[in-house]
């Protein structure tokens, strides 16, 4: 019964002319309803959440015009912040990421199928998000089946993450010598191929 509402810059959004295809098929999708969320109970899971008042309730935007070629949300970039003031610890981060696809799935899903809560969407919404410092990347997926939320029960939305992963070691301008000794060369050291090789299984999910 809770009202959310998602804001704030979510980083750079690659658009495309189809929409991502489904992760899990329609079996796997209903086999969700006998999975249990975990619970905070006593505690209420939006506890440390800001409250603010929302006047305009009914109000979802997608951002997209109606007659824009390319309507549907594929990824979402997330670049971590320098600023000390404003950096997010790892979870929060990914938290973040999740928050912001969800917010992109519900709008397009409530622009595809209406704003009247669905316990199956005749074709999930998937939106995919990468995040980095530019040395540590989180890989993230999220299907929405649903968007009956008011309960724990029934289908569930899933979201597939692969978290802290490395593209490489150390990235020196200088080297690191110690004890006349260099320990970690001037340049890229440790460069992880793989990494990469999933970034672009991303970029390029749907297209190939």
Same mark, same amino acid.
């Given at each position: 019964e809770d009202l959310f509402q998602i804001r704030g810059q979510n980083g750079l959004l690659h658009c495309s002319i189809d929409p991502l295809p489904q992760v899990c098929r329609k079996k796997e999708v209903l086999e969700t309803s006998d999975q249990v969320l975990e619970s905070f109970y006593p505690v209420s899971p939006t506890i440390d959440l800001q409250q603010v008042n929302v006047y305009k309730e009914?109000?979802?935007?997608?951002?997209?015009?109606?007659?824009?070629?390319?309507?549907?949300?594929?990824? &979402?970039?997330?670049?971590?912040?320098?600023?000390?003031?404003?950096? &997010?610890?790892?979870?929060?981060?990914?938290?973040?990421?999740?928050?912001?696809?969800?917010?992109?799935?519900?709008?397009?899903?409530?622009?595809?199928?209406?704003?009247?809560p669905q316990s199956l969407l005749e074709r999930p919404v998937t939106v995919q998000a990468v995040g980095t410092n530019g040395r540590i990347f989180q890989f993230l997926v999220f299907q929405l089946n649903t968007t009956e939320l008011s309960g724990d029960d029934g289908i569930k939305n899933q979201v597939w993450l692969d978290e802290d992963v490395e593209l490489y070691d150390f990235a020196k301008v200088r080297p690191l010598i110690k004890k006349k000794e260099v320990k970690v060369p001037a340049g890229l050291a440790g460069y992880k191929p793989e990494t990469f090789s999933k970034f672009l299984a991303l970029y390029l999910h749907g297209a190939v």
């Amino acid at each position: 019964e809770d009202l959310f509402q998602i804001r704030g810059q979510n980083g750079l959004l690659h658009c495309s002319i189809d929409p991502l295809p489904q992760v899990c098929r329609k079996k796997e999708v209903l086999e969700t309803s006998d999975q249990v969320l975990e619970s905070f109970y006593p505690v209420s899971p939006t506890i440390d959440l800001q409250q603010v008042n929302v006047y305009k309730e009914e109000m979802n935007c997608t951002g997209f015009r109606g007659n824009y070629p390319y309507p549907h949300a594929h990824t &979402l970039y997330f670049l971590e912040t320098a600023d000390p003031n404003c950096k &997010l610890r790892p979870e929060q981060f990914r938290a973040k990421m999740i928050m912001f696809t969800f917010g992109n799935a519900l709008a397009r899903a409530h622009k595809l199928y209406g704003t009247q809560p669905q316990s199956l969407l005749e074709r999930p919404v998937t939106v995919q998000a990468v995040g980095t410092n530019g040395r540590i990347f989180q890989f993230l997926v999220f299907q929405l089946n649903t968007t009956e939320l008011s309960g724990d029960d029934g289908i569930k939305n899933q979201v597939w993450l692969d978290e802290d992963v490395e593209l490489y070691d150390f990235a020196k301008v200088r080297p690191l010598i110690k004890k006349k000794e260099v320990k970690v060369p001037a340049g890229l050291a440790g460069y992880k191929p793989e990494t990469f090789s999933k970034f672009l299984a991303l970029y390029l999910h749907g297209a190939v």
